[in-house]
């Protein structure tokens, strides 16, 4: 059992990991949390229509990911990912950088002209920032206010 004071209050978590969940449902922001994790991680946090994913500053721990306008798929190796470029030649596995928070939002198109008919395919919009130097830039903003 793991025991973490945060914000004034104590947390009982299963493991390290519950950690990172815990405080996107305490309401931080995904940068905040990648600017206080520390050693080697690697997480990937899905959220309704958002998926954020992001490794260590230093690359300890492997992070991979596929995406294009309908799809995106993140992993820890590489393996985990081969399956889903068969038939797609525009899908290339990427590796995610040290240091950078990814982020994605996913909405719904529908295809077809009729009511009855259409189809829902994913869009995936990607993105990503240097949680470090927005950290800093974001700090920074606070003080000078």
Same mark, same amino acid.
């Given at each position: 059992?793991?025991?973490?004071?945060?914000?004034?209050?104590?947390?009982?978590?299963?493991?390290?990991?519950?950690?990172?969940?815990?405080?996107?449902?305490? =309401?931080?922001?995904?940068? &905040? #949390?990648?600017?206080? %994790?520390? @050693?080697?991680?690697? +997480?990937?946090?899905?959220?309704?229509?958002?998926?954020?994913?992001?490794?260590?500053?230093?690359?300890?721990?492997?992070?991979?990911?596929?995406?294009?306008?309908?799809?995106?798929?993140?992993?820890?190796?590489?393996?985990?990912?081969?399956?889903?470029?068969? =038939?797609?030649?525009?899908? &290339? #596995?990427?590796?995610? %950088?040290? @240091?950078?928070?990814? +982020?994605?939002?996913?909405?719904?198109?529908?295809?077809?002209?009729?009511?009855?008919?259409?189809?829902?395919?994913?869009?995936?919009?990607?993105?990503?920032?240097?949680?470090?130097?927005?950290?800093?830039?974001?700090?920074?903003?606070?003080?000078?206010?």
């Amino acid at each position: 059992m793991n025991f973490q004071l945060i914000d004034g209050e104590f947390y009982k978590l299963g493991s390290d990991c519950e950690i990172i969940h815990l405080l996107f449902r305490l =309401g931080w922001s995904a940068a &905040k #949390i990648c600017g206080v %994790l520390d @050693g080697e991680w690697a +997480f990937v946090h899905f959220n309704g229509d958002e998926v954020f994913f992001a490794r260590d500053r230093l690359g300890r721990k492997p992070l991979y990911y596929l995406a294009d306008s309908n799809c995106l798929v993140v992993s820890s190796t590489i393996e985990g990912l081969t399956g889903y470029l068969n =038939g797609h030649p525009e899908r &290339k #596995i990427v590796e995610c %950088l040290p @240091g950078v928070l990814y +982020f994605a939002n996913i909405s719904k198109e529908k295809l077809g002209s009729g009511s009855s008919d259409q189809t829902t395919v994913p869009v995936v919009t990607l993105g990503s920032v240097r949680y470090h130097d927005f950290l800093i830039s974001t700090c920074s903003r606070e003080v000078d206010d």
